[in-house]
Every structure is written in structure tokens, then in C-alpha cells.
């Protein structure tokens, strides 16, 4: 049934979308240089008063504690920390877990999908899966144009559930190293993987489809 193919394809978009969502976070978070370029662009020395070695030193101990293989707890070397900032750090880091276990599980799953619908030289899944992917990031787009802060504000109350990412600088002086305006930074940066993502399923599916197409036409004539 064509409908039911065309379902087909737009839950294997899903699936890639989930795939690039996953995979773009990751890449971000572990994309330290993007850190460290913006430490001078949102003057971070002088809104922390902290030196920029210092800066980057105490980001790094936020960033390893955040990957899923790091066992150790978290101590930043130069800043004290509150019962409440620790605990948001630590959902945080479930939240990291969850988004790599998404990456592996979609990621293997896509890799059997593909390997299928090459051996049925079927590319059409490629096309819907590429404008699917792209639906997510042009609506964020829209959205954080209009006001990032809202959107900033409503992420952190959809996944905690609590207000402990309500960091208070006197007690919790990390926060002067995270404004805003980075996580803007980052999540441009994601939306811009995600695009690159869908524009690289159109281009594969151009391509696979000429082989396709010539495949056909030697056997059948």
C-alpha cells in the first residue's frame, strides 16, 4: 500500500531525527574549542571575576563530570557549590546519559534500516526522511528568533522538575560561567548539525537514486 509506505518512511524520519538531535548534543557539549572561543566573546573574566585558565579549568571538571563514563562526583577546583546546584548537575548528567544511549540505540537501528532498503534499492525514505529531520529545527528557529528566553525558560521546566536550575551566584558562582547567551550559542550550533544532517539525507538520496535509476535501466533492457 503506498500510504502505508509513505507512514514507513516518515517514522524512519523520526528516527532520524531522534539520531540527529542525539548525535548534534553530543557533539556540542564535547566541542570544548566552542567554550573556549566564547569566553572572551561574553567577557566571562570580567563577569566572574576569574582568570581565563581558571575559567576553562573549572568548565572542563563540569564537562567530564557530564559524560556518562566519568564515575567520579563533582568538585569544581576553584568554586564552592550548593546541595541544590550539585543535585541539577547530577539530572543533568542523567539527561547526557539518556541522549547517548538515544544516539547508540538509533543509530544501530538506522544502520539496519539502511542496510535493508539498499538491498531493496529502495532510496524514497531518504526524501521524507531528510524534510522531517528539517521540520524540528526551522520551527526552533522561529521560535528562538522571537524570544530564545522563553523557549531557554520552558526546556528547563519541561525536563526538571525542580527549580534547582535556578542557580543563585552567591552560592553557586559556576552559573557566571554559563550565561545565557552561550547556551544560544550552542543550540545554534545543534540546529546547524541537524540542517547539515537533512541536507546530506537529500544528497544521498540524489545520488543513490541515479545509481538506482541506472540499475533499472540495464536490467530491463
Known amino acids: 500500500n503506498k500510504y502505508n509506505l509513505k507512514l514507513i518512511d516518515f517514522i524512519i524520519g ?11 548534543l553530543i557533539i556540542v557539549i ?3 574549542f566552542l567554550y573556549y572561543n566564547a569566553i572572551d566573546s561574553f567577557q ?3 563577569q566572574s571575576g576569574l582568570k581565563k585558565d581558571t575559567i576553562i579549568k573549572n568548565y572542563d571538571v563540569l564537562i567530564d563530570y ?9 568538585q569544581f577546583p576553584d568554586l564552592p557549590s550548593s546541595e541544590s546546584g550539585l543535585s541539577h548537575f547530577a539530572e543533568t548528567k542523567i539527561i547526557f546519559k539518556f541522549f547517548y544511549s538515544l544516539a547508540t540505540i ?11 532498503k539498499n538491498k531493496k534499492h529502495d532510496t524514497s525514505y531518504l526524501k521524507t526522511s531528510a524534510y522531517t529531520v528539517i521540520i524540528l529545527p526551522l520551527l526552533i528557529l522561529i521560535i528562538a528568533g522571537i524570544n530564545f528566553n522563553k523557549l531557554f525558560i520552558l526546556f528547563h521546566k519541561m525536563v526538571f522538575h525542580n527549580d534547582d536550575w535556578l542557580f543563585d551566584p552567591d552560592t553557586d558562582p559556576i552559573i557566571n560561567l554559563l550565561p545565557e547567551d552561550f547556551f544560544r550559542y550552542c543550540t545554534i550550533e545543534m540546529l546547524l548539525l541537524i540542517i547539515t544532517g537533512a541536507l546530506l539525507l537529500l544528497f544521498f538520496y540524489k545520488r543513490l537514486s ?3 535509476d541506472k540499475y533499472e535501466h540495464i536490467r530491463y533492457n
Open 30 to 32: 564535547n566541542s570544548r
Open 66 to 74: 557530564c559524560s556518562p563514563f566519568y564515575k567520579e562526583q563533582l
Open 210 to 212: 541515479t545509481k538506482h
Open 106 to 116: 538509533t543509530g544501530i537501528l538506522l544502520l539496519s534500516i539502511i542496510l535493508y
Open 44 to 46: 566571562l573574566e570580567k
Open 14 to 24: 523520526i528516527v532520524f531525527m531522534l539520531f540527529f538531535v542525539a548525535a548534534s
